[in-house]
């Protein structure tokens, strides 16, 4: 499973930007998608998840700010930031649980990852 996201760049405070994230491969089943982030010096967090079942959850920090959703009929999931902030500066990365099943019908579990998107806000 390859992951590819796009979408970062640089917003004022209080603007938006939409990260988007599709994913490639060999026949794949998703169970979670996830948006992290990491700031210079700071560790990697979680920003937000989104099942299969479209179920959300979101860090504190971003709660009401922003959105994750999915497209499963084109194995994408994007991240709306919108009322962005300077703290919201960081790299974004968006990740996918996923499972499939090799030539001995066995399943396989795999967490891929995407390169990255740079987000940066600024006046």
């Known amino acids: 499973v390859q992951l590819q996201a796009s979408g970062g760049g640089l917003a004022q405070p209080g603007g938006s930007l939409r990260l988007s994230c599709a994913a490639s491969g060999r026949r794949f089943s998703i169970t979670d998608w996830n948006w992290y982030r990491q700031g210079t010096g700071k560790q990697r967090e979680l920003v937000a998840t989104?099942?299969?079942?479209?179920?959300?959850t979101y860090a504190d920090s971003v709660k009401g700010r922003f959105t994750i959703s999915t497209d499963n009929a084109n194995n994408a999931v994007y991240l709306q930031m919108n009322g962005l902030k300077f703290e919201d500066t960081a790299v974004y990365y968006c990740?996918?649980?996923?499972?499939?099943?090799?030539?001995?019908?066995?399943?396989?579990?795999?967490?891929?990852w995407g390169q990255g998107t740079q987000v940066t806000v600024s006046s």
């Open positions: 989104i099942t299969s079942g479209e179920s959300t």
């Open positions: 990740s996918a649980n996923a499972y499939y099943y090799n030539d001995r019908a066995e399943p396989v579990v795999l967490k891929a």
